[in-house]
């Protein structure tokens, strides 16, 4: 099992910015793929972005290029999500999400969630 566990969130403007953490527990952290994803009111949950276990490709749903960039660091276990340029139609709860794979983009093929954290951006 790996638990997953997002913070960072909050109510930003637009144009402001936020870094979103994963903090992962239980099991070795560099052999998952880690990705980001997020579901507004009433919408399904979409990808925003990936990374591969070593941290060295990353990939971006075509709205998070640019303003966003996905990391990761191994000795904390931990991933990131920067978030810059943010405007009002990225409001919605945010999920990070963990693969015992490749870095995929459909939310189906991963194996581990944490509960979201909540970004909120007013215009």
């Known amino acids: 099992q790996v638990q997953l566990v997002e913070s960072g969130g909050g109510a930003v403007q637009a144009g402001g910015s936020l870094t979103l953490s994963c903090a992962a527990s239980?099991?070795?952290?560099?052999?998952?793929?880690m990705g980001w994803f997020r579901q507004a009111p009433g919408k399904e949950r979409t990808f925003v972005a990936a990374?591969?276990?070593?941290?060295?490709?990353?990939f971006y749903a075509d709205s998070a290029k640019g303003p966003f960039t996905i990391s990761r660091d191994n000795a904390k276990n931990t991933a990131y999500l920067q978030m810059n340029s943010l405007i009002p139609e990225d409001t919605a709860l945010y999920y990070c999400?963990?693969?015992?794979?490749?870095?995929?983009?459909?939310?189906?093929?991963?194996?581990?969630w944490g509960r979201g954290t909540q970004v909120t951006v007013s215009s």
């Open positions: 999400a963990a693969i015992a794979s490749v870095m995929r983009q459909r939310r189906y093929d991963y194996d581990y």
């Open positions: 239980g099991r070795t952290f560099s052999n998952y793929a």
């Open positions: 990374i591969t276990r070593s941290g060295g490709n990353t």
